[in-house]
């Protein structure tokens, strides 16, 4: 039993020092909250304040994170300090991530649902609720949109046709693009890897722009606003979170290229294009439900 067990060659499994960069991160989020809640709040009052300068601080340091932490990362791979039992693992810490993001949006789907089918009807006295719309504003209708506050703050409902339209298509070729730029890290086909890649990163910037030109019409010409009730709340909620994860992708895309620039990646070990990779189509298929739900239904 002694010599099967020193005859038994064990592989190795990378454990790295320890890192000041989840601190880092930790205290970047921090500042985007606090930066981020400030704005909106004194934005929403016409009033100047901190709000935005944190909220620029929070976005310098998590860059100076991901870039860290990102070499970190790249220097450890291309000097073969990783091995297959490591692999798998981060094949199922990724897989858990989009699990999670995917209960994450499940969350807001959720709200969304929960506002429109029940809450809504019950405040115009569905069910056993009859007399509920007496006590609520005078000109309330349960109808979705609310396009109507208890303020008397009215909007419009923004439309699925336009720019929502354009920018779905955008996504939806992006997906496209991407599949053949990972057919050709496949088929060790350079160009059309380096090519399709760039594409995607360019179809992806384009829709990150759409998305705050059809933010900036929502408050000039149609008053949807943070402050539009349930409706304005669960677009932006929807929207605002989605537009965040795009980014994200983005900048995990253009990390890729420079990389891809710089000879990484191989047709057998290429897991870090491949995560990439499933991240933007998991963000394809969210914006997917989210025009269907929320944009045309």
């Known amino acids: 039993m002694q010599t099967e067990v020193q005859n038994h ?9 320890q890192s000041p960069w989840p601190i880092v991160g930790a205290v970047a989020l921090f500042l985007i909250a606090v930066g981020a809640g400030n704005y909106v709040v004194q934005a929403t009052k016409g009033e100047t304040g901190y709000g935005g300068h944190i909220l620029l601080a929070g976005i310098a340091v998590l860059l100076v994170m991901l870039v860290g932490w990102f070499k970190n990362q790249i220097d450890e791979s291309m000097a073969g300090l990783y091995s297959d039992q490591l692999g798998r693992s981060y094949r199922q810490g990724m897989s858990w991530f989009i699990f999670s993001e995917v209960m994450f949006f499940a969350a ?8 429109r089918f029940i809450s809504v009807p ?11 719309n007496e006590v609520l504003w005078p000109t309330f ?11 008397g703050t009215t909007t419009q409902e923004m439309s699925a046709a336009g720019l929502p339209t354009i920018n779905t298509v955008i996504l939806l070729i992006s997906s496209i693009t991407l599949h053949f730029a990972h057919v050709g890290l496949e088929q060790n086909k350079r160009k059309q890897l380096t090519l399709m890649l760039g594409i995607t990163i360019l179809l992806g910037c384009g829709f ?4 705050v030109e059809e933010y900036i019409h929502a408050y000039r010409d149609l008053g ?13 909620m929807l929207t605002g979170f989605h537009g965040m ?15 891809v620039l710089k000879g990484h990646f191989t047709p057998e070990n290429h897991f870090a294009f491949q995560a990439g990779s499933w991240y933007w189509h998991f963000v394809d298929v969210v914006w997917v439900m989210l025009y269907i739900f929320v944009y045309v239904l």
């Open 245 to 259: 994860h795009v980014t994200l992708g983005t900048i995990i895309l253009i990390v890729l290229f420079f990389r």
């Open 122 to 132: 019950w405040l115009g006295g569905a069910s056993n609720n009859a007399m509920t």
């Open 208 to 211: 990150l722009f759409l998305q």
């Open 9 to 17: 060659e064990y592989q190795k499994y990378y454990v790295p020092a």
């Open 224 to 236: 949807l606003t943070l402050q539009s009730g349930i409706y304005g709340n669960t677009f932006f």
């Open 108 to 115: 807001f789907f959720g709200a969304l649902y929960y506002a």
């Open 141 to 151: 209708e349960a109808m979705w949109p609310l396009v109507s506050t208890p303020g």
